[in-house]
């Protein structure tokens, strides 16, 4: 596997201090939030040159580390028509930079039927299925145009929330430029976390052909609620995560979440050891 970090979770004072840090840490790709890993100059959609893009690609080389995920977690189902408007312009200008940055997939999450972005029960009907699923689709045909991947997250809390509705969103939309982001622990809530491993196996066996890109953290249970933590401090098998990456998904990017510098190296080295161990 091609074992990585969120970029805004590594300390660096440049843009290229930050791209050799990763490096120097042992990591072979990242997740790019521009907004949050670089304060050195402006990221702003209006900033998102071609000129940018080359000059970050350029630097990304020079060290070795594959962008594996141009982040845009924006909500494709805001109800306001002048948000949703502004946000589908900032998907298509992501996609254009990454073209030609040369990542591998622009990244986001599945939203709420609201402006605030939260949780509200009618986020898991059937309608605000359909909400997410015409936004999303305007975001993909300008991927097609342009051959970029987008990669979709099921969060428990958002819209595209289990196996069943990730499965429904793939087959409506209906594009080889739609993939998916597995990240296991973002399925898991206080009530269901016990069958996490049926869990990660019926999503496997619905969606595994379109996953694209692993997210990588562990979970605990304090005071009765469910806390994501770097991966080796928790209740997750791994061991059948990894089995299933060595078995069906050579080389790919493994992102690792919820890492802090000072815990970073010993993530990766958890992951790494366990995987050569399988």
Do not use: W
């Not at 004072?13 to 050799?20: G, Y």
């Not at 990763?22 to 990221?43: M, V, W």
């Not at 099921?154 to 939309?173: F, G, S």
């Amino acid at each position: 596997m091609r074992i990585g970090i969120r970029a805004h979770d590594v300390k660096a004072d440049t843009f290229e201090q930050l791209v050799e840090e990763i490096n120097r840490e042992g990591f072979h790709c990242c997740q790019l939030a521009l907004s949050k890993a670089i304060k050195e100059f402006p990221t702003n959609k209006e900033a998102m040159t071609p000129g940018m893009a080359l000059y970050m690609k350029e630097v990304f080389a020079k060290n070795s580390v594959d962008v594996a995920v141009l982040g845009c977690y924006l909500n494709l189902a805001n109800p306001d028509k002048e948000q949703l408007a502004d946000i589908i312009d900032t998907y298509k200008r992501h996609i254009r930079f990454a073209s030609l940055l040369g990542c591998g997939l622009v990244g986001t999450e599945t939203g709420a039927c609201n402006t605030e972005y939260k949780f509200e029960p009618f986020s898991h009907t059937e309608e605000a299925l359909e909400i997410f699923i015409k936004g999303l689709r305007q975001v993909v045909e300008y991927a097609e145009k342009l051959g970029v991947i987008v990669g979709i997250e099921p969060v428990h809390k958002h819209i595209m929330n289990n196996a069943k509705r990730t499965r429904q969103v793939l087959d409506a939309i209906n594009s080889p430029n739609l993939q998916v982001i597995f990240d296991p622990v973002n399925l898991l809530n206080e009530e269901n976390y016990m069958n996490h491993e049926e869990i990660i196996k019926e999503f496997v066996e619905l969606n595994g052909k379109e996953i694209a890109i692993i997210h990588a953290k562990d979970f605990v249970i304090k005071d009765g609620v469910l806390k994501s933590v770097p991966s080796g401090q928790g209740m997750l098998n791994n061991d059948l995560l990894l089995s299933y990456i060595k078995k069906e998904k050579p080389f790919i990017h493994v992102l690792l979440e919820d890492t802090k510098p000072e815990n970073a190296m010993q993530s990766r080295e958890f992951m790494e050891n366990k995987y050569a161990s399988l």
